[in-house]
């Protein structure tokens, strides 16, 4: 079990630019997590996969953002036109699906991408 | 909706004493699960401990143990021997049982610090 893991780690980036994020999960979980938290703040949600269908998107995910989960395994969150108030700390989670043991309402984080715009 | 409140910014304990962080939050479901994350430094959230709201007894977990009141919708965190690695940021969270509604809801978080 290798744990939840994030690529880049840091990010900068000027405004308008396109960025994107990919998240590997835990293997054998087949449900995705995509938080955003900013400095001194607890995580919001984003959004959330089980398997490769995107079951819940927040009203926090505007027209800019997009996340992917293709083939049910590692996923992609895309910004689009960064704006500075997208800088914040981008965390992805996973959890085991219903039905897979005492953890299944357990979500492990991975160690995040910190976004910077200028 | 949920939410979740954390009243404690900030709170500092010396190293071996007891700390307890502060939790309430708001819901109409009568069945959910409950959370502490821990934050350390430029380093990931890692699980605590959780709760499930069905279960009437309070969860341990070696030196964490939380103090669940359901009817005050409380849920406090309880750190004994405190130690120079408790040190960081704790989150309390919400999650619900209905299928479908799996995101988890923070508060905002109290950062704790050990005082060798």
Same mark, same amino acid.
């Given at each position: 079990?290798?744990?939840?893991?994030?690529?880049?780690?840091?990010?900068?980036?000027?405004?308008?630019? +396109?960025?994107?994020?990919?998240?590997?999960?835990?293997?054998?979980?087949?449900?995705?997590?995509? %938080? #955003?938290?900013? $400095?001194?703040?607890?995580?919001?949600?984003?959004?959330?996969?089980? +398997?490769?269908?995107?079951?819940?998107?927040? #009203?926090?995910?505007?027209?800019?953002?997009?996340?992917?989960?293709?083939?049910?395994?590692?996923?992609?969150?895309?910004?689009?036109?960064?704006?500075?108030?997208?800088?914040?700390? %981008?965390?992805?989670?996973?959890?085991?699906?219903?039905?897979?043991?005492?953890?299944?309402?357990?979500? %492990?984080?991975?160690?995040?991408?910190? $976004?910077?715009?200028? | 909706?949920?939410?979740?409140?954390?009243?404690?910014?900030?709170?500092?304990?010396?190293?071996?004493?007891?700390?307890?962080?502060?939790?309430?939050?708001?819901?109409?479901?009568?069945? %959910?699960?409950?959370?502490?994350?821990?934050?350390?430094?430029?380093?990931?959230?890692?699980?605590?401990?959780?709760?499930?709201?069905?279960?009437?007894? +309070?969860?341990?977990? +070696? #030196?964490?143990?939380?103090?669940?009141?359901?009817?005050?919708?409380?849920?406090? $965190?309880?750190?004994?021997?405190?130690?120079?690695?408790?040190?960081?940021?704790?989150?309390?969270?919400?999650?619900?049982?209905?299928?479908?509604?799996?995101?988890?809801?923070?508060?905002?978080?109290?950062? $704790?610090?050990?005082?060798?």
């Amino acid at each position: 079990d290798t744990g939840v893991s994030q690529d880049p780690r840091h990010k900068i980036t000027k405004r308008g630019q +396109n960025v994107t994020f990919r998240c590997d999960p835990i293997s054998e979980h087949n449900r995705l997590y995509w %938080y #955003r938290q900013t $400095l001194g703040q607890g995580p919001e949600f984003l959004t959330y996969f089980q +398997n490769e269908a995107q079951l819940e998107k927040s #009203r926090l995910l505007s027209d800019r953002f997009s996340a992917e989960r293709p083939k049910g395994s590692f996923s992609t969150l895309e910004i689009q036109r960064t704006e500075q108030g997208d800088s914040a700390m %981008y965390l992805c989670a996973s959890s085991p699906e219903f039905g897979q043991g005492p953890f299944q309402e357990t979500q %492990y984080f991975g160690p995040g991408t910190r $976004l910077l715009v200028l | 909706a949920q939410t979740v409140t954390q009243s404690q910014p900030e709170m500092s304990v010396q190293e071996a004493e007891t700390v307890t962080l502060s939790c309430t939050y708001d819901t109409s479901e009568s069945d %959910y699960y409950l959370f502490w994350y821990k934050q350390p430094p430029s380093r990931q959230m890692i699980l605590v401990i959780r709760q499930e709201a069905y279960k009437q007894q +309070n969860a341990t977990e +070696n #030196r964490f143990s939380v103090n669940f009141q359901k009817a005050a919708k409380s849920f406090s $965190l309880k750190i004994s021997d405190s130690q120079l690695g408790d040190a960081a940021m704790y989150f309390c969270a919400y999650r619900s049982v209905i299928q479908g509604a799996q995101k988890l809801v923070f508060g905002q978080g109290t950062r $704790l610090t050990i005082n060798p």
